[in-house]
């Protein structure tokens, strides 16, 4: 069961595009943009959720969601980022910050703890494997590997759930300093592969 799903229904603003709401309605949860939260309806939001780093204004919608933090009465506000990666490779091969650099900063100028609910926490990949199972006409053993190209979420969220994991060198992870940062952090993938190409 996904964790949003073992939440009461809530009503969510979010910070992202709207595609990017699909698990909070499927699982039982109304979700306004945060453009949308007004004086007027302020006091109705349960939550906030980070869900991406794109759909809305930087500049506009986050001091608009610190202000909103600093004056609410809602002190067991739900706070949801479903993915603490700090940067990301676009398809251009430039690297942006990601959805979880966002939270971390409303994080450090809010005072206001997120709920992390993706990698590299054991549930999402939990559930990944109980979807892979309920795929089976026999139950037997599976041979998974997690691929991935960022230590602190990908590779350790594996190693959490007992999978072997390859670390890509094509994204996150810088290929010149992939060693160190393995030595620095302490999380060791499986295997490790220029890109999954060269696997």
């Known amino acids: 069961m996904h964790a949003l799903a073992k939440l009461p229904p809530k009503k969510i603003a979010y910070l992202g595009p709207q595609a990017a709401t699909y698990y909070l309605s499927q699982n039982g949860h109304s979700a306004i943009p945060f453009s949308g939260v007004t004086a007027e309806n302020a006091h109705q939001i349960d939550g906030l959720a980070v869900l991406d780093d794109e759909g809305f204004i930087w500049e506009r919608d986050l001091n608009k969601v610190i202000n909103f933090l600093r004056f609410s009465a809602k002190p067991d506000l739900l706070m949801l980022a479903p993915n603490p990666d700090l940067i990301y490779c676009s398809g251009s091969g430039e690297f942006k910050l990601a959805a979880g650099s966002l939270s971390g900063l409303i994080e450090r100028a809010s005072g206001r703890p997120f709920r992390y609910i993706g990698k590299p926490g054991v549930e999402i990949f939990h559930t990944a494997l109980e979807m892979l199972h309920a795929g089976q006409a026999e139950r037997k053993q ?16 594996a190693n959490n759930a007992g999978i072997d994991s390859l670390l890509v060198l094509s994204g996150n ?27």
């Open 142 to 157: 599976l041979k998974v590997l997690m691929i991935g190209d960022t230590l602190d979420t990908d590779i350790e969220g």
């Open 173 to 199: 992870t810088n290929p010149l300093t992939y060693k160190a940062d393995i030595q620095r952090t302490g999380i060791y993938p499986s295997h490790i592969a220029p890109s999954v190409q060269f696997y």
